[in-house]
């Protein structure tokens, strides 16, 4: 026997039922068409703003551990338990789901590179063949019996003087914030004795190679982006870091270094956006900087409305942040540059290195300790994930060479 009144439960929890149950009611209808209007709902902390279907406003629609609640008169005034916001609001959390399970099928999982099968030929038949001395350690060599060649387990590490625990602890160390001093000391303590240029030089190199490597691959970002800009000094240089964001996911899109905060310099960051994801946000949210809502309507705007990013400037509320998931960018980078007193120079690969840092290897509480990436269906394995980008990294620029000598 089915309840008279299956949508309200007393829970704020996704009730599955409410697809089926939507033609007896009309509210329920209009919920279903709000839901589907690009750009008609987002999530603000844990709420939801959901646009009118009549006036340019947004209703606040909140859920509390007994149920739902609507800013809207007709859930105020008129007292339904449920108004066609809190339906929409149920119905984009239903499709939310369905898109997140379509996304783990698509899932991509970048493998760790051991010494249990041949790298050239895959066979699991290994002999040892020698080690190669460095700074820090011994690099085993192996030689197939299947195809004779030989190789190490120290791809993209070969010609480096220290090994790759030594290298990838660095890297890590520094994008958590120590400093290029700090870093020297703690690899001192583990016996291996490196300058802060060499430092500073393994970080450059490795965020280079890594960032040409995860510019080809596609994360699974949902349609709503956000866009905010921090300032970053160079020499004392004062410049802008734009950064673009998914806000579901907070995979970091794009971002672009520029001295000004003008329309030309936004427009670079939604293109470069676009041209790495594959497609434009449906809903884009900034802070009040108006170059933003002139660069969204340049870049996104178009005759149909169906197809146009709709540009949210957010409200602030009395006490809170809105934009609060790009204050935690803000944070990783601005905690950074009190520790390191400026970077070189903009053109730096760094900057590309806080990038990958964000999405492969910080996991985010708000995405219950998962990274962006792996909330964007891209596993990273192995115990050292670092250490299996840059293997990644270097096989994939490889091969790019091996094909292009081919022909
Ligand atoms: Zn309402
Ligand atoms: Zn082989």
Not at 163 to 171: D, E, F, L, Q, R
Not at 230 to 236: N, W
């Amino acid at each position: 026997m089915r309840e008279q009144t299956p949508y309200h439960k007393g829970t704020p929890e996704l009730d599955k039922s409410v697809g089926l149950e939507a033609q007896s009611n009309p509210r329920a209808l209009r919920g279903q068409a709000i839901a589907q209007m690009a750009g008609a709902i987002y999530k603000d902390q844990e709420r939801y703003r959901v646009h009118s279907q009549t006036r340019d406003w947004f209703y606040t629609v909140t859920p509390h551990e007994t149920g739902w609640t609507c800013s809207c008169p007709d859930f105020l005034k008129r007292g339904v338990l449920e108004c066609k916001h809190i339906f929409a609001v149920q119905f984009s959390l239903q499709i939310r789901e369905t898109v997140k399970v379509e996304r783990e099928k698509r899932e991509t999982v970048i493998e760790q590179f051991n010494a249990s099968s041949c790298l050239h030929c895959g066979s699991p038949s290994l002999k040892k063949f020698g080690v190669r001395h460095n700074k820090d350690g011994n690099i085993q060599r192996f030689q197939c019996l299947t195809c004779a060649k030989t190789f190490s387990v120290n791809i993209g590490f070969e010609r480096m003087k220290h090994n790759p625990k030594a290298i990838t602890s660095a890297m890590t160390l520094y994008f958590n914030g120590e400093s290029l001093r700090n870093v020297a000391e703690s690899l001192a303590l583990i016996g291996a004795k490196v300058s802060h240029q060499t430092i500073h030089n393994w970080i450059a190199k490795y965020s280079a190679l890594m960032s040409k490597y995860v510019e080809k691959l596609v994360p699974s970002v949902g349609d709503t982006w956000r866009a905010d800009e921090i300032y970053i000094k160079f020499k004392g240089d004062m410049r802008y870091l734009f950064a673009l964001m998914d806000d579901e996911t907070r995979y970091w899109i794009a971002q672009d270094v520029a001295g000004s905060k003008e329309i030309v310099d936004a427009r670079v960051l939604f293109r470069k956006g676009q041209t790495a994801m594959g497609k434009k946000p449906k809903v884009l949210i900034t802070d009040g900087l108006k170059a933003y809502q002139e660069a969204c309507q340049r870049e996104w705007w178009t005759m149909k409305k169906e197809t146009r990013t709709r540009h949210i400037r957010h409200i602030t509320m009395k006490g809170e942040h809105n934009n609060n998931k790009m204050e935690r960018l803000n944070g990783e980078i601005r905690d950074r540059e009190k520790v390191m007193r400026g970077l070189k120079n903009e053109g730096t690969p760094i900057l590309k290195g806080y990038q990958i840092f964000h999405n492969y290897l910080r996991p985010h509480e708000g995405l219950n300790g998962r990274t962006p990436a792996e909330a964007c269906g891209i596993q990273v394995q192995g115990d050292n994930k670092l250490q299996t980008l840059i293997q990644n990294a270097s096989l994939s620029n490889r091969k790019f060479t091996l094909a292009e000598g081919n022909r």
